[in-house]
């Protein structure tokens, strides 16, 4: 691929962060501090199947805070917390094309979780980067206009 067409491949429309999706214990307990007490309204909760959480999705301002939940003590999120305790998981971009922003991370030698997009909550078009490729963040991207949470 060349410098050129990277170039005008990028940016991709990364000038919002979709939302910031943090790893907590108990949906129920973090709600009382999120939506009880801080007052972000709660815009639906959900069970994502292929990654084992439920998920809630709470707006603020243009972004939103999502809430998770390991369904399966075996699951990523579950040894997230094992390991690492309850915290900030990962950081949502979103992105106009989410194959095409894979594209040009892989083209670059970036190390990707998701090789395709996949199906996340609320149906949006996500993919993840391996934090090792990524200064220890979890990215996920989100492309603009498919999350029905937004
Ligand atoms: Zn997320």
């Known amino acids: ?43 639906g909760r959900e069970t994502v199947e292929s990654d084992r959480v439920t998920v809630a999705f709470l707006p ?31 950081v949502a971009f979103e992105v106009d094309d989410v194959e095409e922003t894979l594209k040009v991370l892989r083209g670059r030698g970036y190390r990707l979780i998701d090789e395709i997009p996949r199906t996340g909550a609320g149906g949006a078009r996500i993919a993840f980067v391996h934090p090792r490729s990524a200064s220890g963040v979890l990215i996920e991207l989100c492309e603009k206009g498919t999350d029905h949470h937004g």
């Open 1 to 43: 691929m060349s410098e050129e067409l990277l170039s005008e491949k990028l940016p991709h429309g990364t000038a919002r962060i979709a939302h910031i999706g943090i790893a907590v214990r108990s949906l129920d307990e973090a709600l009382r501090l999120y939506h009880d007490t801080l007052g972000l309204p709660l815009h």
């Open 60 to 90: 603020v301002g243009d972004t939103q805070v999502e809430l998770l939940e390991a369904t399966d003590p075996e699951s990523p999120v579950a040894r997230f917390i094992e390991q690492r305790g309850e915290g900030v998981h990962h």
